[in-house]
């Protein structure tokens, strides 16, 4: 029998030891607080990076998917975007939708997912669902 994951809001329990982790270089307090929100209910760990040293770092660890936003020049998104990819790591992109240069350039990058803000910000459940298939379904 199939099962339809039901609307649960809290963490779901994952019979399996291994916890997912994200990546996420993201600058914008309010976008970070809703990409935190939406992992944690999809049962997935959250890692901020601070710097460019700090994100290798994280990539280099037990990263299940990188969330960069492509304005923050602190950590140079398309490098991450390469390492990350370099590593097998999943990536969802997102910048304004204005700059199409730097959304284009993620895409060469190897980004496997490229939004513009606002798409990211409402459909972020689904985005990361999309690329991490494990998250928020019993193992």
Same mark, same amino acid.
């Given at each position: 029998?199939?099962?339809?994951?039901?609307?649960?809001?809290?963490?779901?329990?994952?019979?399996? $030891? =291994?916890?997912?982790?994200? =990546?996420?270089?993201?600058?914008?307090?309010?976008?970070?607080?809703?990409?935190?929100?939406? *992992?944690?209910? *999809?049962?997935?760990? $959250?890692? $901020?990076?601070?710097?460019? +040293?700090? *994100?290798?770092?994280?990539? @280099?660890? $037990?990263?299940?998917? %990188?969330?960069?936003? %492509? @304005? +923050? &020049?602190?950590?140079?998104? =398309?490098? !991450?975007?390469?390492?990350?990819? +370099?590593?097998?790591? &999943?990536? %969802?992109?997102?910048?304004?939708?204005?700059?199409?240069?730097?959304?284009?350039? !993620?895409?060469?990058?190897?980004?496997?997912?490229?939004?513009?803000?606002?798409?990211?910000?409402?459909? %972020?459940?689904?985005?990361?669902?999309?690329?991490? &298939?494990?998250?928020?379904? &019993?193992?």
């Amino acid at each position: 029998m199939s099962r339809i994951d039901p609307p649960h809001h809290g963490a779901p329990h994952h019979d399996s $030891a =291994v916890r997912l982790t994200a =990546v996420l270089a993201i600058s914008d307090l309010m976008l970070g607080s809703r990409a935190r929100e939406a *992992l944690k209910v *999809l049962g997935i760990d $959250a890692a $901020a990076a601070s710097s460019a +040293e700090d *994100l290798a770092t994280r990539l @280099g660890g $037990a990263a299940s998917l %990188l969330i960069v936003d %492509l @304005g +923050e &020049p602190r950590w140079n998104p =398309v490098e !991450a975007i390469r390492l990350a990819k +370099e590593r097998g790591v &999943p990536v %969802l992109a997102y910048g304004r939708h204005t700059d199409a240069e730097s959304l284009e350039a !993620a895409a060469r990058a190897g980004a496997d997912r490229v939004v513009p803000r606002s798409v990211f910000a409402s459909s %972020l459940p689904e985005l990361i669902r999309d690329l991490v &298939p494990a998250s928020g379904r &019993p193992s």
